[in-house]
């Protein structure tokens, strides 16, 4: 059993990946492995979990994000999709990157037995596709609240075609200061 490793065209070498599971499936369902830190290491992907967490979403449409912990308490995110479908998107918000604001996407679903690799340096969000998502993540950081940040999932600067009408965002995502807001 093993992953397979992707990085997103146009995203760098340096940018995020898709983790595809390989799901054994016999007469009893199925089995999969989520992550093997010496497989995403061998790519040069490789990270040590500590936080692990498990989101649940209701409503088709509903957007989560963009999300990101500033320095120090940057992270590693791996995604993955355990029930229904998200459109899953990782921005690029390193100062003096050559791509920054730029948006890279993709679905993510039970089905597909795919997950996103978010690098730091990133900011993540993510759109349900079906009225009920569960999504498991994995972190290579401790979360601490007051490094907590975001992008709004409308900012011009970002310029992300939600596939769906934006739906059921929470206060502070609909709030978030928009790029030019901010200080450079
Ligand atoms: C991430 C996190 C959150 N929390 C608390 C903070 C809030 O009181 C509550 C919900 O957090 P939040 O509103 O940030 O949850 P989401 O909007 O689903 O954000 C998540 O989804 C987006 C798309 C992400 O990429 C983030 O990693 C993740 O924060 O859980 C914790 O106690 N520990 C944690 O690790």
Redesign the pocket.
């Known amino acids: 059993m093993s992953l397979d490793i992707v990085q997103l065209a146009d995203g760098g070498a340096d940018g995020p990946a898709l983790v595809r599971r390989a799901p054994f499936r016999d007469g009893r369902g199925q089995f999969s492995r989520l992550f093997a830190r010496e497989e995403l290491a061998a790519e040069g992907l490789g990270f040590e979990i500590v936080?692990v967490?498990h989101?649940a979403t209701i409503g088709k449409g509903t957007i989560?994000?963009f999300?990101y912990q500033k320095p120090p308490h940057g992270e590693i995110?791996l995604v993955s999709c355990i029930r229904g479908a998200v459109l899953d998107v990782a921005v690029d918000i390193r100062p003096g990157s050559p791509r920054r604001f730029r948006a890279l996407s993709a679905e993510l679903s039970a089905g597909n037995a795919t997950a996103m690799l978010i690098p730091d340096g990133f900011a993540?969000?993510?759109q349900a596709l079906t009225e009920e998502v569960e999504l498991i993540?994995l972190h290579s950081a401790a979360?601490v609240a007051d490094a907590?940040d975001g992008y709004r999932f409308d900012d011009p600067a970002i310029g992300f075609d939600w596939p769906l009408q934006p739906a059921n965002l929470?206060e502070?995502?609909r709030n978030w200061p928009l790029t030019g807001e901010r200080a450079r």
């Open positions: 936080h967490n989101s989560r994000g999300h995110k993540h969000g993510f993540y979360y907590a929470s502070r995502d």
